[in-house]
């Protein structure tokens, strides 16, 4: 199986702030990385995949990059409805695998 | 537009089926290339993909439940469904259901609950 590590687990930021998710794969994922946002109670949602294409309806303050091992997820300016979890996701085999999640939350 | 909706038992008893069925509504579950999927999350955890189904017949399974898994679709009812055997506590969670085209998930049912419970 394909290891996804996340990192940091927990982030504390304020509206307004840039921040970066890192995600990093086990063994190359070529660009096969998918980001999804999470809220309590609810399913998660796309944002992100083939590691920078953002899904339809997506704000563009949403932001992903990186290939091979190594990718970020960067949210440019926080807004209130951005504080959730975010999993990483990869798709390089048909064994899908995801990141235990980072859980923004408001500083 | 395309929604899904699971439905199923939200208790189970330990070392019985657990099974769960996924409604397609908005449009054919048989239209289009896609990969029709279940994934779980326990309370406070990650998620963790299960499986899927193409629409040409084939199938892959997490090889950590591939010999308890079995999901297949009905194209009669619109639907697809998950068959977990031999349960236990640890198969507690939230049950997905999700749509997609080769790899990202890009719609998901709004999950339901099943407890493994005595």
């Known amino acids: 199986d394909i290891q996804m590590t996340q990192s940091p687990s927990t982030l504390s930021a304020s509206v307004g702030d840039r921040v970066t998710i890192t995600c990093r794969a086990s063994q190359s994922v070529s660009s096969w990385l998918a980001w999804y946002q999470q809220k309590p109670g609810k399913a998660p949602k796309l944002l992100v995949y083939?590691?920078?294409s953002l899904e339809s309806g997506v704000p563009s303050r949403f932001s992903g990059s990186g290939s091979e091992t190594e990718f970020t997820l960067t949210i440019s300016s926080l807004q209130p409805d951005d504080f959730a979890t975010y999993y990483c996701q990869q798709y390089n085999t048909y064994l899908y695998t995801f990141g235990q999640g980072t859980k923004l939350e408001i500083k | 537009q395309v929604q899904l909706q699971e439905s199923g038992p939200g208790l189970v008893k330990p070392s019985q089926t657990l099974s769960l069925t996924c409604a397609v509504s908005g449009g054919s579950i048989s239209s289009g290339a896609y990969y029709w999927n279940w994934v779980r999350q326990p309370a406070g955890k990650g998620l963790e993909w299960i499986g899927r189904f193409y629409t040409s017949g084939s199938s892959n399974y997490n090889p950590s439940l591939k010999s308890r898994v079995t999901i297949s679709v009905d194209t009669s009812k619109n639907n697809f469904s998950l068959k977990l055997t031999s349960v236990t506590a640890a198969d507690t969670a939230v049950y997905y259901c999700?749509?997609?085209?080769?790899?990202?998930?890009?719609?998901w049912g709004r999950g339901t609950l099943v407890t493994v419970s005595s």
């Open positions: 083939r590691a920078s």
């Open positions: 999700a749509r997609g085209i080769s790899g990202p998930l890009e719609l």
